[in-house]
C-alpha cells in the first residue's frame, strides 16, 4: 500500500504480519473461575536481490541469494483457579502450543553488464541454495497452590513441564557453484520433556520487612541434564516516606535451543551435541525504589550476574553460546563441551509516572558490562556489550464527546552499537558466508543506535465492544542504524582482480528497517456478563 502511494520505508524488505488474541472468563457454581483463552501470529518476509538491477552495494540482505523467511506461532489453553479455604488458593494451566520457523534461499550467479556504457547487474543463474522448516508442538501444564500458615508466613509450591514434540528438517548445497549436490544438516523427529518443580516460602517478619526463599529444580530428558536445588533468596524492607530497600539472589539453569541438541551435519543420527547440558548462572541485586503522589516513582537497582557451564567448542576457539541470538542466523557449531564463562554487572534507574489524569510516562536507563571466555580462555566483549540502553515513553489520552478517545504517544530509544569482529577474509571467500577471526573478536563496534517512534490512535468504547484505529510511526526520523556485515560477491572485473591480490572486502555494511509506518484496527468485545 504504501509502495503504490510513492513512501519510502527505508528498505525493500518489508515484512508481512497478523496476529489474534481472545480470553474468555467463567464463573464457576462452585466458587471458581475457568478461562479459555489464546493467541497467535504469522509473519513472512522475502529479501529479493534478484530485483536489483542498479550496481549498488546498499542492499538489506546477503548479495547473493534471495532470502524467503517465515514465523508462525499459536498458542491455546484453559486456565482455572480457586480457592479451597480461606488460607489455601489453586492456580492450574494446561496449554498447547506450535512454533513453525521456515526459510528458503535461492543463490544467484550474478554478473555486472557495461555494454553500451549502462552498469547493470544481471543474473545467469539462480537455483535452490538451502531450505530448513522446524517445527515444535508443546504440551505444557502448570499447578500452584498457595496456602498461608499464619499472618507471618505463606508457603507457595508447584511445578511446570512441557512436553516438546519437534519435526526438524533441514538441507543445503554441498558446493554452492554445484546446484545438484545437497546434504542434510537437520532430519529429527522426537519429543523431549523438562520438568521444574519449586517450592517457596515467605516470611512477613515485621510489618515493614519481608523475607522470601525459595527452591527450584530442573530436568531436560534430551540430554538427561537435572539442577536437582538452586536456592534463591529475596528481601525487602519497606522505609518511611514510601521508601523501601530490596535485594535478592538466586541459581537459575536454561537449556540449549531445541535444535542446537539435534544436528546432524557429521551424520545421519550423529547427534554430537546432544549431551549439552544446562547453561547455568547465579545472580544477585541490590536496589532502591520510592513511591511519590499521583503515581510517580523511582526505582534504581544494581546487579551482578555470573555464567558458568556455558557450551563452548571443544577446540580453543572465541565461540561461545552465550552470544547466541544476537543475530538473525541460526548456530552451525563444531562439538561443544560446557566450560565456558561469563558475567554481567551493571546499574540500572527507572522512572515512571503510571497512567493517571490521561497521561503516563517511563524512563529506563541501564549502563553495563558484558564479558566471557570461550575455549581459548580469552575475555572478551559479549556480542551484546553495547555499554548503554536509555527509553524513554510517553503518551497522553483526550476524551471527545462521551465515548470517544485519542491518544497521542512516543518513544524514544538510544542503545550503543553492536559488536563485531574482524573478518576473515579468505574463509569468508571460501564459505560465501560472514566469517570473523577468533583474534580481534568483538572488539569493534557499530555506530550506537538511536530510533524515534511516534503513536496516534481513536478509541470508541460501545455497550459490548471497543474500536481502535491507529497509526505507528516507526523510526519517523528514519535513522540508518547498523544491522550487520552481510557477504558481498565480487561481480565487476576489478573486483574479481582485488580478489586475486587478496584485496577484495568480501562484506557490506546492512542497515536495519527505516522509517516504517504501520496502520491497525483493534476491536475488543466484551461478553455479556451473568448476574
Known amino acids: 500500500l504504501f509502495k503504490s502511494l510513492g513512501i519510502q520505508l527505508g528498505t525493500d524488505a518489508i515484512p508481512t504480519y497478523g496476529d489474534l488474541a481472545f480470553k474468555f472468563n467463567f464463573k464457576l457454581r462452585k466458587g471458581g473461575n475457568l478461562s479459555f483463552w489464546g493467541m497467535g501470529g504469522k509473519s513472512n518476509i522475502a529479501i529479493m536481490i534478484s530485483e536489483k538491477t542498479e550496481y549498488t552495494t546498499d542492499l538489506y540482505g546477503e548479495g547473493d541469494r534471495d532470502q524467503y523467511f517465515g514465523t508462525s506461532m499459536g498458542v491455546t489453553g484453559l486456565t482455572y483457579k480457586k480457592a479451597i479455604n480461606e488460607k489455601t488458593f489453586v492456580s492450574s494451566t494446561l496449554a498447547l502450543s506450535q512454533e513453525i520457523q521456515h526459510a528458503n534461499h535461492d543463490y544467484l550467479q550474478r554478473s555486472l553488464n557495461t555494454a553500451g556504457g549502462d552498469t547493470s547487474i544481471q543474473i545467469n543463474a539462480i537455483y535452490p541454495l538451502m531450505a530448513y522448516t522446524f517445527t515444535t508442538n508443546k504440551i505444557s501444564s502448570y499447578t500452584a497452590v498457595n496456602h498461608k500458615i499464619n499472618k507471618q508466613h505463606l508457603i507457595k509450591f508447584g511445578y511446570n513441564a512441557d512436553l516438546f514434540l519437534m519435526n526438524m528438517k533441514d538441507s543445503a548445497l554441498v558446493d554452492y557453484d554445484d546446484s545438484t549436490q545437497f546434504f542434510t544438516r537437520w532430519d529429527y523427529e522426537g519429543s523431549c520433556v523438562l520438568i521444574q518443580p519449586f517450592i517457596q516460602w515467605k516470611w512477613r517478619m515485621s510489618d515493614n520487612t519481608d523475607f522470601t526463599a525459595g527452591i527450584h529444580s530442573q530436568y531436560f530428558s534430551m540430554s538427561n541434564s537435572l539442577s536437582p536445588a538452586e536456592l534463591r533468596l529475596g528481601f525487602k524492607h519497606k522505609l518511611p516516606g514510601n521508601q523501601s530497600i530490596f535485594a535478592g539472589g538466586g541459581m537459575h539453569s536454561q537449556i540449549q535451543p531445541l535444535y542446537t541438541y539435534v544436528d546432524n551435519r557429521k551424520g545421519v543420527g550423529n547427534f554430537f551435541n546432544k549431551g549439552m547440558d544446562f547453561t547455568k548462572s547465579i545472580h544477585s541485586g541490590i ?70 489524569k490521561s497521561f503516563f510516562f517511563l524512563f529506563s536507563g541501564t549502563i553495563y558490562d558484558s564479558k566471557y571466555r570461550g575455549s581459548d580462555n580469552i575475555l572478551r566483549n559479549t556480542s551484546y556489550n553495547g555499554s548503554y540502553v536509555v527509553n524513554f515513553l510517553g503518551g497522553k489520552e483526550f476524551k471527545v464527546g462521551e465515548r470517544s478517545i485519542i491518544g497521542i504517544g512516543g518513544k524514544v530509544t538510544a542503545a550503543g552499537g553492536k559488536r563485531y569482529g574482524i573478518v576473515d577474509i579468505e574463509a569468508t571467500n571460501a564459505s560465501k558466508e560472514i566469517i570473523f577471526q577468533d583474534e580481534g573478536f568483538n572488539d569493534s563496534i557499530f555506530n550506537d543506535y538511536f530510533r524515534v517512534d511516534f503513536k496516534i490512535s481513536w478509541r470508541k468504547n460501545a455497550d459490548r465492544v471497543t474500536h481502535e484505529i491507529g497509526l505507528d510511526l516507526v523510526n519517523i526520523l528514519g535513522t540508518k542504524n547498523l544491522l550487520t556485515l552481510a557477504y558481498r560477491p565480487p561481480l565487476s572485473d576489478q573486483d574479481f582482480i582485488d580478489q586475486q591480490n587478496g584485496t577484495f572486502l568480501p562484506y557490506s555494511q546492512k542497515t536495519q528497517l527505516g522509517f516504517f509506518p504501520i496502520f491497525y484496527y483493534k476491536i475488543d468485545f466484551r461478553a455479556r456478563t451473568r448476574s
Open 287 to 356: 536496589g532502591y525504589e520510592k513511591f511519590f503522589n499521583k503515581g510517580f516513582s523511582i526505582r534504581s537497582e544494581a546487579y551482578y550476574q555470573y555464567l558458568y557451564n556455558i557450551p563452548v567448542t571443544i577446540a580453543p576457539s572465541a565461540f561461545s553460546m552465550i552470544n547466541m541470538g544476537s543475530g538473525f542466523t541460526r548456530i552451525f557449531a563444531d562439538s561443544l563441551q560446557n566450560t565456558g564463562t561469563g558475567y554481567n554487572y551493571g546499574l540500572e534507574l527507572t522512572v515512571q509516572k503510571y497512567f493517571d
